[in-house]
T-cell receptor
């Protein structure tokens, strides 16, 4: 069985602070894919990043960075110098090569206070 | 413009009245899927389709039907809606899941359904 846990339900930070959103996944498959999506207050779901299980390199994209650690089954997302526009619900998701489904976490609601 | 469209965007209906939510994509994607989003539960997959005439159940299929007669369309059918199906529904598509690179999904704008 596959599972994604986002233990942080809600986070509030003051603008310009750094914030890390946690994602822990469970799977017995050796080949799998991890995703992050952003859902701003307007409601649409926006793809942020995909990572496969064979690529443990961390990735940085502007103020966003992702830390993938297979040893702890985690795929954490850090926003550096947060901005009000980062306020959104963030979802982590998992898909495995032996199946055709996608499994989402319950999401973390981030509020950046000006 | 590459997009996934859903209609209607908002719907209020009554228990037992059959309804269909349409979903269409213009990206020639093989994989399409329906999710429901509920507070505290995140997104849960209802049904998905690998290609035309190929559909399969996700984690929460009870009370829903789908069909995939054309590649671009993947309607969600609630034959006898009940109040516990009040939710925000998203349609999504991706190129394929049968590749070594599992493509990201593109999501529609969502349909907010209320069943009274």
């Amino acid at each position: 069985a596959q599972k994604v846990t986002q233990a942080q339900t809600e986070i509030s930070v003051v603008e310009k602070e750094d914030v890390t959103l946690d994602c822990v996944y469970e799977t017995r498959d050796t080949t799998y894919y991890l995703f992050w999506y952003k859902q701003p207050p307007s409601g649409e779901l926006v793809f942020l990043i995909r990572r496969n299980s064979f690529d443990e390199q961390n990735e940085i994209s502007g103020r966003y960075s992702w830390n993938f650690q297979k040893s702890t089954s985690s795929f954490n997302f850090t926003i550096t110098a947060s901005q009000v526009v980062d306020s959104a619900v963030y979802f982590c998701a998992l898909s495995v090569s032996t199946g055709n489904q996608f499994y989402f976490g319950t999401g973390t609601s981030l509020t950046v206070i000006p | 413009e590459a997009q996934v469209t859903q209609n209607p965007r908002y719907l209020i209906t009554v228990t037992g009245k059959k309804l269909t939510v349409t979903c269409s994509q213009n990206m020639n994607h093989e994989y399409m899927s329906w999710y429901r989003q509920d507070p505290g539960l995140g997104l849960r997959q209802i049904y998905y389709s690998m290609n035309v005439e190929v559909t399969d159940k996700g984690d929460v299929p009870e009370g829903y039907k789908v069909s995939r007669k054309e590649k671009r369309n993947f309607p969600l059918i609630l034959e006898s809606p009940s109040p516990n199906q009040t939710s925000l529904y998203f349609c999504a598509s991706s190129f394929s899941v049968l590749t070594s690179v599992r493509d990201e999904q593109f999501f529609g704008p969502g349909t907010r359904l209320t069943v009274l």
